[in-house]
Protein backbone atom coordinates (compact mmCIF):
# COMPACT_ATOMS: atom_id res chain seq x y z
CA UNK A 1 0.00 0.00 0.00
CA UNK A 2 1.00 3.67 -0.79
CA UNK A 3 1.87 6.38 2.00
CA UNK A 4 3.13 10.14 2.38
CA UNK A 5 4.08 11.17 5.88
CA UNK A 6 4.57 14.77 6.26
CA UNK A 7 6.08 14.54 9.94
CA UNK A 8 5.63 18.41 10.61
CA UNK A 9 1.62 19.38 11.37
CA UNK A 10 2.41 22.44 11.75
CA UNK A 11 5.35 25.44 10.79
CA UNK A 12 5.53 29.11 12.07
CA UNK A 13 7.85 31.09 10.28
CA UNK A 14 8.46 35.15 9.97
CA UNK A 15 8.24 36.65 6.81
CA UNK A 16 11.34 36.35 4.57
CA UNK A 17 12.96 33.54 6.15
CA UNK A 18 13.17 29.92 4.35
CA UNK A 19 11.13 27.49 4.80
CA UNK A 20 11.15 23.55 4.26
CA UNK A 21 8.13 21.19 4.13
CA UNK A 22 9.44 17.37 4.48
CA UNK A 23 7.34 14.56 2.71
CA UNK A 24 8.52 11.14 2.86
CA UNK A 25 6.76 8.41 0.66
CA UNK A 26 6.08 4.70 0.73
CA UNK A 27 5.64 2.65 -2.53
CA UNK A 28 6.26 -0.85 -4.09
CA UNK A 29 5.35 0.47 -7.48
CA UNK A 30 8.61 1.28 -9.98
CA UNK A 31 6.51 4.31 -12.03
CA UNK A 32 4.90 6.73 -9.77
CA UNK A 33 4.34 10.30 -9.66
CA UNK A 34 4.85 12.56 -6.61
CA UNK A 35 2.86 15.64 -6.17
CA UNK A 36 2.43 19.08 -3.80
CA UNK A 37 -0.47 20.87 -3.92
CA UNK A 38 -1.26 24.39 -1.59
CA UNK A 39 -4.28 24.58 0.09
CA UNK A 40 -5.09 28.36 1.32
CA UNK A 41 -7.67 29.50 3.61
CA UNK A 42 -10.08 29.81 0.96
CA UNK A 43 -10.46 25.78 0.55
CA UNK A 44 -9.52 25.09 -3.22
CA UNK A 45 -6.63 22.86 -4.03
CA UNK A 46 -3.83 24.54 -6.34
CA UNK A 47 -1.84 22.35 -8.10
CA UNK A 48 2.12 23.14 -7.54
CA UNK A 49 4.87 20.19 -9.11
CA UNK A 50 4.58 16.64 -10.54
CA UNK A 51 7.17 14.77 -10.41
CA UNK A 52 7.77 11.36 -12.47
CA UNK A 53 9.56 8.65 -10.24
CA UNK A 54 12.51 8.58 -13.06
CA UNK A 55 12.89 11.83 -13.22
CA UNK A 56 14.79 12.97 -9.74
CA UNK A 57 16.28 16.77 -11.11
CA UNK A 58 15.28 19.17 -8.69
CA UNK A 59 13.30 21.92 -9.70
CA UNK A 60 12.79 25.57 -9.27
CA UNK A 61 10.21 27.80 -9.79
CA UNK A 62 10.16 31.18 -8.75
CA UNK A 63 10.66 31.27 -4.53
CA UNK A 64 9.84 27.49 -4.76
CA UNK A 65 11.74 24.51 -4.94
CA UNK A 66 11.65 20.98 -4.46
CA UNK A 67 14.31 18.03 -3.81
CA UNK A 68 13.43 14.55 -4.54
CA UNK A 69 15.62 11.79 -3.62
CA UNK A 70 14.60 8.31 -4.19
CA UNK A 71 16.86 7.04 -2.02
CA UNK A 72 15.63 8.10 0.88
CA UNK A 73 12.09 8.70 -0.56
CA UNK A 74 11.35 11.86 -0.29
CA UNK A 75 10.35 15.11 -1.76
CA UNK A 76 10.76 17.99 -0.22
CA UNK A 77 9.52 21.16 -0.44
CA UNK A 78 11.52 24.87 0.00
CA UNK A 79 9.81 28.08 0.14
CA UNK A 80 12.49 31.21 0.05
CA UNK A 81 11.99 34.30 1.41
CA UNK A 82 8.67 33.48 2.24
CA UNK A 83 5.80 35.63 2.24
CA UNK A 84 2.32 35.99 3.83
CA UNK A 85 0.46 34.72 1.26
CA UNK A 86 2.25 31.77 1.43
CA UNK A 87 0.26 30.47 4.89
CA UNK A 88 -1.43 27.69 3.73
CA UNK A 89 -1.84 24.13 3.91
CA UNK A 90 0.59 22.35 1.96
CA UNK A 91 -0.21 18.41 0.80
CA UNK A 92 2.38 16.13 -0.79
CA UNK A 93 0.65 13.46 -2.29
CA UNK A 94 2.12 10.22 -4.80
CA UNK A 95 0.19 8.26 -7.16
CA UNK A 96 1.01 5.05 -9.27
CA UNK A 97 0.63 5.28 -13.32
CA UNK A 98 -2.19 3.25 -15.20
CA UNK A 99 -0.88 1.39 -17.57
CA UNK A 100 -2.29 3.56 -20.12
CA UNK A 101 0.07 6.06 -18.62
CA UNK A 102 -3.00 7.57 -16.86
CA UNK A 103 -2.66 9.56 -13.31
CA UNK A 104 -4.01 7.03 -10.80
CA UNK A 105 -5.60 7.23 -7.41
CA UNK A 106 -3.57 9.37 -5.45
CA UNK A 107 -2.41 8.96 -1.84
CA UNK A 108 -2.18 12.60 0.35
CA UNK A 109 -0.37 13.15 3.42
CA UNK A 110 -1.74 14.73 6.13
CA UNK A 111 -0.72 18.32 5.44
CA UNK A 112 1.59 20.65 6.73
CA UNK A 113 -0.03 24.32 8.09
CA UNK A 114 2.86 27.22 7.27
CA UNK A 115 1.62 30.98 8.61
CA UNK A 116 4.14 33.28 7.80
CA UNK A 117 3.93 36.18 10.11
CA UNK A 118 4.58 39.70 9.28
CA UNK B 1 -13.66 26.82 -18.88
CA UNK B 2 -13.00 23.75 -18.72
CA UNK B 3 -12.91 21.65 -15.78
CA UNK B 4 -14.44 20.14 -13.04
CA UNK B 5 -17.47 21.45 -11.37
CA UNK B 6 -19.18 20.49 -8.07
CA UNK B 7 -22.47 21.35 -6.68
CA UNK B 8 -23.46 22.45 -4.30
CA UNK B 9 -20.57 24.45 -2.36
CA UNK B 10 -22.50 24.63 0.68
CA UNK B 11 -24.93 22.19 2.18
CA UNK B 12 -26.62 21.26 6.01
CA UNK B 13 -28.37 18.05 6.53
CA UNK B 14 -30.68 16.65 9.03
CA UNK B 15 -29.59 13.13 10.72
CA UNK B 16 -30.92 10.50 8.34
CA UNK B 17 -31.43 12.70 4.96
CA UNK B 18 -29.93 11.62 1.81
CA UNK B 19 -28.55 13.91 -1.05
CA UNK B 20 -26.61 13.94 -3.94
CA UNK B 21 -23.34 15.37 -4.73
CA UNK B 22 -22.90 16.02 -8.00
CA UNK B 23 -19.40 15.86 -10.33
CA UNK B 24 -19.80 16.82 -13.82
CA UNK B 25 -15.98 17.06 -16.02
CA UNK B 26 -15.95 18.37 -19.96
CA UNK B 27 -12.22 17.14 -20.48
CA UNK B 28 -13.54 13.48 -21.82
CA UNK B 29 -11.24 12.47 -18.36
CA UNK B 30 -11.50 8.22 -18.01
CA UNK B 31 -10.93 8.15 -14.43
CA UNK B 32 -12.58 10.41 -11.76
CA UNK B 33 -12.77 10.16 -8.17
CA UNK B 34 -14.30 11.34 -4.91
CA UNK B 35 -12.52 12.71 -1.52
CA UNK B 36 -12.97 13.60 1.61
CA UNK B 37 -11.20 16.06 3.83
CA UNK B 38 -11.86 16.19 7.62
CA UNK B 39 -9.70 18.83 9.52
CA UNK B 40 -5.96 18.10 10.32
CA UNK B 41 -6.18 15.25 7.59
CA UNK B 42 -5.12 14.72 4.02
CA UNK B 43 -7.54 13.64 1.75
CA UNK B 44 -9.26 10.03 1.41
CA UNK B 45 -10.40 8.46 -1.40
CA UNK B 46 -14.06 7.43 -1.26
CA UNK B 47 -14.66 5.54 -4.48
CA UNK B 48 -13.50 6.12 -7.97
CA UNK B 49 -14.38 4.88 -11.30
CA UNK B 50 -12.17 4.15 -14.39
CA UNK B 51 -14.57 5.14 -17.06
CA UNK B 52 -18.40 4.78 -17.80
CA UNK B 53 -19.84 2.22 -15.90
CA UNK B 54 -16.92 0.84 -13.78
CA UNK B 55 -16.75 2.26 -10.03
CA UNK B 56 -14.80 0.66 -7.32
CA UNK B 57 -14.56 1.18 -3.38
CA UNK B 58 -11.75 3.69 -2.24
CA UNK B 59 -10.60 3.62 1.45
CA UNK B 60 -13.87 4.91 3.17
CA UNK B 61 -16.74 3.77 1.29
CA UNK B 62 -19.37 3.02 4.02
CA UNK B 63 -22.34 5.29 4.21
CA UNK B 64 -22.02 6.52 0.30
CA UNK B 65 -22.79 5.21 -3.40
CA UNK B 66 -22.13 6.14 -6.77
CA UNK B 67 -22.75 5.85 -10.08
CA UNK B 68 -21.23 6.36 -13.58
CA UNK B 69 -23.62 6.13 -16.38
CA UNK B 70 -21.52 8.65 -18.68
CA UNK B 71 -17.57 10.20 -19.03
CA UNK B 72 -18.81 13.33 -17.87
CA UNK B 73 -20.49 13.03 -14.40
CA UNK B 74 -19.58 10.90 -11.41
CA UNK B 75 -22.18 11.67 -8.86
CA UNK B 76 -21.81 10.62 -5.10
CA UNK B 77 -24.86 9.64 -3.28
CA UNK B 78 -25.27 10.03 0.96
CA UNK B 79 -28.30 7.81 1.77
CA UNK B 80 -28.69 8.25 5.53
CA UNK B 81 -26.52 11.41 6.61
CA UNK B 82 -24.88 10.75 9.74
CA UNK B 83 -22.55 13.64 11.72
CA UNK B 84 -19.43 11.14 10.94
CA UNK B 85 -20.13 12.41 7.14
CA UNK B 86 -18.87 15.82 8.32
CA UNK B 87 -16.44 17.15 6.06
CA UNK B 88 -15.45 18.61 2.88
CA UNK B 89 -15.78 16.84 -0.44
CA UNK B 90 -13.89 17.57 -3.58
CA UNK B 91 -14.33 15.46 -7.10
CA UNK B 92 -11.49 15.13 -9.45
CA UNK B 93 -10.55 14.07 -12.26
CA UNK B 94 -6.79 12.58 -13.88
CA UNK B 95 -5.01 11.94 -17.01
CA UNK B 96 -1.78 11.19 -18.65
CA UNK B 97 -0.91 15.12 -17.31
CA UNK B 98 -2.48 15.22 -13.87
CA UNK B 99 -4.92 15.79 -11.82
CA UNK B 100 -7.72 18.40 -11.80
CA UNK B 101 -9.97 18.88 -8.53
CA UNK B 102 -13.49 20.72 -8.45
CA UNK B 103 -13.81 23.42 -5.63
CA UNK B 104 -15.37 21.05 -2.78
CA UNK B 105 -18.49 20.72 -1.26
CA UNK B 106 -18.83 21.96 2.45
CA UNK B 107 -21.18 19.66 4.29
CA UNK B 108 -22.39 19.62 7.43
CA UNK B 109 -24.53 17.11 9.15
CA UNK B 110 -26.94 18.25 12.02
Known amino acids: AQKVTQAQTEISVVEKEDVTLDCVYE???????LFWYKQPPSGELVFLIRRNSFDEQNEISGRYSWNFQKSTSSFNFTITASQVVDSAVYFCALSEEKRSGSNYKLTFGKGTLLTVNP | NAGVTQTPKFRILKIGQSMTLQCTQDMNHNYMYWYRQDPGMGLKLIYY???????DKGEVPNGYNVSRSTTEDFPLRLELAAPSQTSVYFC?????????FGSGTRLTVV
Open chain 2, 49 to 55: SVGAGIT
Open chain 1, 27 to 33: TRDTTYY
Open chain 2, 92 to 100: ASSSHYGYT
